[in-house]
């Protein structure tokens, strides 16, 4: 004998587990009607009464009994194999080492204290990553937010100003201007957007090109060699508050800059209702929206 409609088998284990039509269909997301469109459909099928219907209550028969033990004992299965397995609740991020090690890390303890069950594992990658090849959930990128196939929220605009430390300002005297950045050594004179500050400062000038440029790359390294006094470093405030609060570095004008890209989460179309990344998702802006 083939089996009945698995929708029909679903109805029954329901109403079977909770003995009552309306309370099957609210779990369902059904009406009462379809539930009992979907019992009637069984019973045919089946060639005998699984319920009794007296004075709206339903009570199940002796065939009834018979199935609910088994279809409610392969229900509890099913429901295990498709629930989230361990590893589901391992929220792996992809991001920048900056804002991985200067912004995100010291405040990831928040996120896990509201989410206790989500386990966090953040990696710092160079290059964008490919959902359809990594294992990761989410992704933080630098960018225009134009990645076609992934859902995009701004987290924070992309923001630069010099810094320096008290020690190279000492060397070089008291800037009174812009303009004065002219006479410091900057460590990556040919970082583009040196350009776009000093535009926006009214200086035509630009730094003289170094004899041995650092090529360090990351504002994690280029803050450090600021710090030590190797040089002027654009860098963006947001991720260095604690060296500006304690002195270790200096930013001599309230100038800062933009060059129109942001920071970004992004991560698959697909995965916009996993339970985890929604919970990220409102953790982040919010956290972004509140330091801002």
């Given amino acids: 004998m083939p089996l009945p409609p698995l929708a029909s088998i679903r109805v029954f284990e329901a109403a079977a587990r909770h003995a009552n039509f309306t309370k099957a269909a609210e779990e369902l997301g059904m009406t009462q009607a379809a539930v009992s469109y979907q019992v009637k459909l069984l019973e045919e099928v089946m060639g005998m009464p699984v319920f009794l219907r007296q004075n709206r209550q339903v009570t199940l ?6 199935l609910a033990g088994p279809t409610t004992e392969a229900f509890d299965l099913l429901r295990a194999a498709y629930a989230a397995p361990d590893d589901d609740m391992t929220l792996t991020i992809s991001t920048l080492v900056t804002l991985a090690s200067n912004w995100l ?3 990831i303890g928040r996120f896990q204290m509201a989410h206790p069950k989500i386990a966090v594992r953040l990696s710092t990658e160079a290059h964008s990553v ?6 990761f959930d989410v992704a933080i990128r630098y960018g225009d937010g134009q990645w076609p196939g992934l859902r995009t929220h701004e987290v924070m605009p992309v923001a630069f100003t010099p810094m320096v430390s008290p020690g190279l300002m000492a060397e070089y005297g008291p800037l009174q201007g812009p303009e004065d950045l002219m ?11 040196i350009a776009i500050w000093l535009d926006e400062a009214d200086i035509g000038r630009r730094p003289a090109k170094a004899d041995a ?5 990351a504002q994690t390294g280029e803050a450090a060699a600021a710090v030590a ?3 002027v470093a654009l860098l963006n405030p947001a991720f260095f508050r604690t060296e500006l609060e304690t002195g270790r570095l200096i930013q001599p004008f309230d100038q800062v800059s933009r060059d129109g890209k942001s920071y970004w989460l992004v991560y698959p179309e697909s995965r916009r209702r996993n339970p985890k990344i929604v919970a990220f998702r409102k953790w982040l802006l919010a956290e972004a929206a509140a330091d801002a």
Avoid: Q, V, Y
């Avoid at 028969?61 to 018979?66: C, L, V």
């Fill in 229 to 231: 006094g190797h040089g």
């Fill in 105 to 107: 890390a010291p405040r």
């Fill in 61 to 66: 028969t002796r065939a009834g009994r018979r």
């Fill in 213 to 217: 440029k650092m090529m360090i790359g």
């Fill in 183 to 193: 006479r410091l050594p900057f460590i990556d004179p040919e970082d583009p957007n």
């Fill in 130 to 135: 490919d959902f359809r090849s990594e294992e």
